[in-house]
């Protein structure tokens, strides 16, 4: 394999593997995009059934007080009617301490299911904000679920695809050749650089004259001092057209 045939090799290689590389980068992103709206469902679930439990102990706690409530008014009913039949002072005394006794702790138990109340409309206001913002998501992940696994799928396919074209084109390269670009391009993110001017084009550093010279006046394969990049001579007007390509 001559050493043209060879950087015709390494660029197709190169392109390949840039095409690549962005397709697993839409795949990345088509991912998180559903993660993300998966994970937040998730978060509002939890936050629903953290929410909902709270929310049932206050109910409970409350109508536990409710019913204290109601027999503290049976027990006043009852002291009451003892204060009524009371015969001495000191009957009549007792039986009044009883009655205080009892309203101070009826209006301590109706404080507390005041504030019971009050958290739990709080609580109740929180869930029903939740559920919106979750049946917001909910409506999202549906709408958008459909069209992301498609293009998941499709961009699935085309990497496989490339992978089998990258496959073809490693075999077109001598071993060693391609084992110095692959471990470049894993190190670099791309392993081929050239130069029309003196520098490098990947990393822009100029190279040492003598090994431009060298580039210059055959066809060769070198390794850019700067960037370790396989480097080979490029004709400014070629470039201009190898650019282009690129670019489109
Ligand atoms: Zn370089």
Redesign the pocket.
């Known amino acids: 394999m001559s050493i043209p045939e060879q950087i015709l090799a390494l660029e197709k290689l190169a392109q390949i593997d840039a095409q690549l590389k962005e397709l697993v980068e839409q795949l990345t992103q088509e991912r998180s995009t559903l993660d993300g709206l998966n994970s937040g469902i998730a978060k509002l679930d939890e936050k629903l059934v953290a929410d909902r439990g709270a929310l049932a102990v206050m109910d409970k706690t409350r109508s536990e007080l409710v019913q204290d409530v109601r027999n503290m008014n049976q027990q006043l009913d009852h002291s009451r009617d003892k204060l009524g039949r009371s015969r001495t002072e000191r009957e009549a005394n007792a039986a009044q301490r009883e009655l205080e006794e009892l309203r101070k702790l009826v209006r301590d138990r109706e404080d507390e299911i005041g504030k019971l109340t009050a958290d739990a409309d709080a609580a109740r206001q929180q869930i029903d904000a939740t559920e919106i913002e979750h049946a917001k998501i909910a409506a999202e992940l549906a709408a958008r679920q459909g069209e992301i696994s498609t293009r998941l799928k499709e961009v699935e396919g085309s990497a496989q695809h490339k992978r089998a074209e990258r496959d073809a084109a490693v075999k077109a390269l001598p071993p060693q050749l391609y084992r110095r670009y692959d471990m470049i391009r894993l190190k670099r993110g791309t392993a081929i ?1 050239q130069t029309s001017d003196g520098t ?6 100029a190279l040492p004259p003598q090994l431009f010279h060298r580039l210059r006046r055959e066809p060769i394969l070198e390794q ?6 396989l ?1 080979y001579f490029s004709p400014p007007e070629v470039a201009a057209g190898a650019a282009a390509t690129e670019r489109g």
Do not use: F, G, L
């Not at 850019?224 to 990049?229: E, F, G, L, Q, Y």
């Open positions: 650089a490098c084009k990947a990393c822009h550093m850019c001092p700067s960037c370790h990049r480097i």
